[in-house]
Every structure is written in structure tokens, then in C-alpha cells.
């Protein structure tokens, strides 16, 4: 599969998911939640997958880490944010379940 024909299906899985959960959530919940609907029309999903790098011949298991990898092929960096009346970043918060579970 083109990874024009991945990234459209993973554009549809995340307007399905912006429509029904909308923001303000973490980056945490539309990861799973993306994840699955991929993984439920046929992909191959890793999640948080550790990317090497090297600094100066140091070399770093885990660089960083990529949301989600896609096929092998696609890479999705998951980003949640709202922005409030005066244009300002807020940070998401839990809006969904009332409480901020302890």
C-alpha cells in the first residue's frame, strides 16, 4: 500500500475521532483511540516506537520516541491542544469523566 493511501485512512480515523471525542483531551486518549480504528481496518500500529540517534559518537537508544509508526511507513505525531478566546495555548485537560482520577 502507498503511503498516500495510509495517510488517508489515518486523516479519516482521526476527522472520526475529532468529531466524536472533540479536544481537549490528552495526547494519550486520541493515540489508543487511533491506534485502534488503524488497527481495526487491517495496519500494522507500533506505538511509541524508540528511535536511535547519535550526538557527537554518543549514541542514544531512545532519541526519541514516535507516537505512532504506521506500516512501517507513515509516521503520526499526535498533538492536543486548545486555544482559548484571546488566541492563547491552554494545556488539554481530562474533560471527560468529571474527576482527575488520584
Known amino acids: 500500500m502507498q503511503i498516500e493511501e495510509i495517510a488517508r485512512e489515518a486523516v479519516d480515523c482521526g476527522y472520526r475521532i475529532h468529531t466524536q471525542l472533540g479536544p481537549g483531551l490528552l495526547e494519550s486518549v486520541y493515540e489508543v483511540v487511533l491506534a485502534r480504528l488503524l488497527n481495526d481496518r487491517g495496519f500494522f500500529i507500533e506505538r511509541q516506537k524508540p528511535v ?24 503520526i505525531e499526535i498533538k492536543s491542544l486548545e486555544v482559548s478566546e484571546d488566541g492563547l495555548e491552554l494545556t488539554p485537560c481530562i ?6 482520577p488520584s
Open 52 to 75: 536511535p540517534i547519535v550526538f557527537e559518537g554518543l549514541h542514544f537508544a531512545e532519541g526519541f520516541r514516535i507516537d505512532l509508526l504506521v506500516e512501517n511507513t507513515l509516521v
Open 95 to 100: 474533560k471527560k469523566g468529571g474527576q482527575v
